[in-house]
């Protein structure tokens, strides 16, 4: 595929996308969803074709990948969402006067072409094509050679409406090459691409990273954490951290650590132990959590530091708060953190010094979603902090500029 002139289309549909009317962006995003819907059956056996190829992968792996009619609803009904959505295009963040007369409004404008590089996970073909074409931005998919089918597939019936209402071509494009040359190329045409946003593994985003001369806005790995505090209702914790870990552990906002007070460890530790074994969790803990559960693996610091994306939990048993803090910092991924406590100065100790993106007192790390934020679709969790932090939706696609308002100054 000639990767460059691709760029080169995306570059100059981004300027007729920039400036496209709120009411024509959301008529696309509409036909977009009936288009996913009514090709539901060319999805489902592409998705097919990618499962056969990939098994032996592991279960949750083909969680990520694989697609049936309630997820192709999901889809459509985030494209939906997102028409339903306010528009940020041209939004007056802040506008003042100063001295010279001059009045200064600072207003929300799109990014021009964003390539988003990304594995296993086919629901994002939809949601980024969605998103950026409501914030006014063409985009570049690059998707993992697993779901090149379905990605294909799903590409197809949005491209059908975009061309039906005679956007530009490059609007939405899709990189169909499984050669990985393909990603080296495109991360060097700063030229025509705005930024990158990779979403995956470590070494998908530590490649982007290190080859890239196009800001990225990293979407790390997910080691989120539940911390049981002292003052926590125990049965509510139990029930927090069992939808944290097993709801959907193949994806980033899944528990993959857990902390508890010492002084609740032996009324929670044995309950939910055991609750998390009836589930086929594998338990990898402390010294203290093997005393009180023979049954347990011995943890490691590398478990620590590790996202399993699994049916796998590191437990680790604290003095206090401070110390929960404190681990969260060392082998966190600045993700989603929570505490459960019904203690409000704890709360807020931990809400302030923990440094992740989404921080949490009383509930589960899953609702780290841009969904389940009310924004619509997503285009991932950002753990960067420039520009973006945590769910990147409408609003984390645009950049702004300065419209200045004179009646004939000029500076002495």
Excluded at 132 to 148: E, H, T
Excluded at 151 to 158: C, E, V
Excluded at 365 to 389: C, P, V, W, Y
């Amino acid at each position: 595929m000639d990767i460059e002139n691709i760029a080169k289309g995306a570059r100059k549909a981004s300027r007729i996308l920039a400036n496209l009317p709120v009411s024509k962006k959301d008529e696309v995003l509409k036909d977009m969803a009936s288009a996913l819907l009514a090709s539901k059956d060319d999805i489902l056996k592409a998705n097919s074709k990618d499962i056969k190829a990939s098994r032996g992968k592991g279960k949750a792996f083909i969680d990520r990948l694989g697609l049936n009619e309630a997820r192709i609803k999901q889809m459509a009904d985030g494209l939906l969402d997102v028409a339903g959505l306010k528009d940020p295009v041209g939004q007056v963040i802040s506008s003042w006067d100063v001295p010279s007369g001059l009045r200064i409004q600072k207003v929300r404008c799109a990014i021009g072409v964003i390539a988003i590089i990304y594995e296993s996970r086919p629901n994002v073909t939809a949601d980024c094509a969605g998103l950026c074409l409501k914030s006014g931005n063409s985009v570049i998919l690059r998707g993992g050679s697993d779901s090149l089918n379905s990605n294909f597939a799903i590409y197809k019936a949005l491209e059908s409406a975009v061309k039906k209402h005679g956007l530009p071509a490059g609007s939405i494009n899709l990189i169909k090459s499984r050669d990985h040359k393909a990603v080296d190329e495109l991360l060097k045409l700063d030229n025509y691409i705005d930024v990158v946003i990779p979403r995956g593994g470590e070494e998908l985003i530590g490649k982007v990273v290190r080859s890239s001369r196009i800001p990225v806005i990293k979407h790390y790995k997910g080691i989120c954490h539940v911390y049981v505090d002292e003052w926590a209702d125990l049965n509510m914790a139990e029930n927090i951290c069992f939808n944290a870990k097993v709801q959907r552990p193949g994806v980033c906002n899944a528990m993959e650590c857990m902390l508890v007070h010492r002084d609740v460890a032996i009324r929670f530790l044995p309950g939910m132990l055991k609750k998390f074994k009836e589930a086929g969790v594998e338990i990898r803990g402390c010294p203290l959590t093997k005393k009180i559960a023979k049954w347990v693996k011995r943890a490691t610091g590398k478990d620590y530091r590790t996202e399993y994306l699994d049916l796998i939990l590191s437990v680790k048993v604290v003095d206090n708060i401070g110390e929960a803090i404190a681990h969260i910092n060392n082998y966190g991924s600045h993700h989603s953190d929570s505490i459960i406590t019904d203690e409000g100065p704890e709360a807020i100790k931990f809400f302030k010094e923990v440094d992740s993106a989404c921080v949490y007192q009383n509930a589960s790390t899953r609702f780290t979603d841009g969904n389940q934020f009310g924004m619509g679709a997503e285009i991932g969790i950002s753990t960067d902090k420039l520009h973006a932090r945590g769910p990147m939706a409408l609003e984390e696609l645009t950049t702004y500029k300065y419209m200045v308002f004179g009646s004939g100054q000029v500076r002495s």
